[in-house]
């Protein structure tokens, strides 16, 4: 059984033509429709850098150690990981695209192949936490244009070697009319041909092509829809704006929620770099977007994941060319969501809304049922189990990772997934120690050094507008989800030390 594994980043598990918005994604419609879907999959924790590594080794955020964005993830720990144990047992490993094990932002350079102030070898491809073979991009995404060598890995290097890097930076940077105000929005002028989706579904195609007489595991990384929202033509223009969905509810209501929704979006992180710290507060927090711009952000935020849809069903016309569809198990999801106008929030942070906190999940495979939704509560964590029971693959450690086989396959349940994270005063100046668990029917987060919590009632208040903790109707069932949250497995490493942002 080989496995292909493809992953957006940010990525609303509502933002599939299946889930019923207007977003085009004809490719991802046709897997869904070909295998199994999770529709109540939730993220292990709401930012990057955590969820890639429990992605990769199949551990909660606090016990792997990254806990939260600018953590770099210990090498043996990734190297233990399900790529490593696919590569012991023989198969051909590859990671294309965006990796962020490693921290790219960081207050000076670690020499780690993701570090954008690190000068990297020209002729390196891996191996890297257990993939044998790595194509990566340092970032991936635009908040800064892709660097020459040597402080760049092999998107750049391929970027910049017709001599035309500057050339195609200013076209990356440059906003085609018409332009707007909405917040990190604007239509890029890079030809669709540079750009990094079609890179890694080039790429990804070519590992393919390699490797279709051998057993393989690949993993492809695409880094949108992340913001900017810089959609290239044609595809920032196929959503038009008066046609895309609005949130129903997109009025800031702080007022109703726990104390530290307001202290992270206004409190002032704690970060001697005063670059970084500027970043994170101007760039990580957007101002509130009126219906106006908002659909503006949408429309491209669109056109980014049909750029994407593009691309994967260029990836599974491969599989079918070189005669690998009936041996492969693809898997598509996403690290986590973004609000996208929930709450008059956009972006990210702590605040477990599900546009942020649940993401999509297709299967599709040998085995696998064509047309088959799971409505249980489940996790990305649960991935390299599921992948290693499909392929009869040992792994070392992935103890928070169960398979979801059973699931897939036969009538298996789960009660709860689990979400937490750890920020620190670097974000918004206090730690806020976050435990989320999510059912069927119900969410719970709580603030573990505080003692605050939010409940919400899925079943009948899928908006998330009452904030059921510490209401004596729901008491028990309070009690029921807080039961969850201290199941977890006492098993958390010591911090680790931030070396960067992001």
């Given at each position: 059984?080989?496995?292909?594994?493809?992953?957006?980043?940010?990525?609303?598990?509502?933002?599939?033509?299946?889930?019923g918005r207007k977003v085009k994604t004809p490719h991802l419609d046709m897997l869904a429709r070909a295998g199994t879907r999770f529709s109540a999959c939730i993220t292990p924790n709401l930012v990057c850098q955590p969820t890639r590594a429990s992605i990769l080794t199949g551990l909660l955020p606090r016990t792997h150690g990254v806990s939260d964005n600018g953590i770099d993830l210990p090498d043996a720990v990734g190297e233990a990981g399900y790529a490593g144990g696919f590569t012991r047992a023989g198969y051909r490993t590859g990671y294309i695209g965006k990796a962020h094990f490693k921290t790219c932002n960081t207050f000076a350079p670690t020499g780690t192949p993701e570090c954008r102030l690190t000068a990297q070898p020209d002729n390196w491809y891996g191996p890297y936490m257990g993939f044998d073979h790595v194509e990566l991009m340092v970032e991936g995404h635009n908040t800064n244009p892709p660097r020459k060598p040597p402080y760049c890995q092999h998107y750049e290097r391929w970027y910049h070697a017709d001599g035309r890097g500057e050339e195609k930076n200013r076209l990356l940077l440059s906003r085609l009319a018409p332009e707007t105000d909405a917040a990190q929005t604007y239509h890029s002028g890079l030809p669709a041909a540079w750009h990094n989706s079609t890179w890694i579904g080039d790429r990804t195609i070519e590992f393919l092509r390699a490797n279709r007489d051998k057993p393989f595991c690949v993993w492809a990384s695409f880094p949108d829809p992340h913001h900017p929202f810089d959609c290239p033509e044609p595809w920032s223009r196929l959503h038009h704006p008066d046609e895309v969905d609005l949130p129903q509810h997109r009025t800031m209501d702080l007022e109703r929620r726990p104390w530290w929704h307001r202290e992270s979006l206004y409190g002032t992180p704690k970060m001697e770099n005063a670059e970084l710290r500027n970043f994170r507060e101007k760039h990580s927090r957007t101002p509130v977007q009126d219906d106006r711009q908002l659909r503006d952000l949408i429309a491209n935020y669109y056109g980014m994941i049909s750029l994407i849809d593009h691309n994967v069903g260029r990836i599974l016309a491969a599989l079918d060319q070189y005669g690998l569809a009936d041996d492969t198990l693809v898997v598509y999801s996403t690290d986590h969501g973004d609000w996208l106008g929930d709450h008059g929030l956009i972006l990210k942070g702590p605040m477990a809304y599900e546009g942020l906190l649940r993401v999509g999940l297709l299967v599709r495979g040998p085995g696998v049922p064509a047309g088959k939704v799971v409505a249980d509560a489940v996790s990305t964590v649960d991935l390299p189990a599921t992948f290693a029971d499909y392929a009869g693959v040992s792994l070392a450690d992935a103890r928070h990772s169960t398979s979801l086989r059973p699931l897939i396959e036969k009538d298996g349940s789960r009660d709860f997934a689990f979400s937490e994270w750890d920020l620190r005063a670097s974000r918004c100046g206090v730690d806020l120690?976050?435990?989320?668990?999510?059912?069927?029917?119900?969410?719970?987060?709580?603030?573990?050094?505080s003692g605050a919590g939010e409940l919400y009632d899925l079943a009948n208040d899928p908006q998330e507008m009452d904030n059921r903790f510490g209401d004596s109707a729901v008491a028990s069932v309070q009690r029921e989800l807080t039961a969850m949250i201290k199941s977890r497995p006492d098993d958390a490493v010591a911090q680790l030390p931030q070396v960067g942002m992001a």
């Open positions: 059984m080989n496995i292909l594994f493809i992953t957006s980043d940010q990525q609303r598990a509502d933002c599939y033509g299946f889930e120690w976050l435990r989320t668990v999510r059912t069927k029917t119900h969410k719970l987060t709580l603030e573990t050094n």
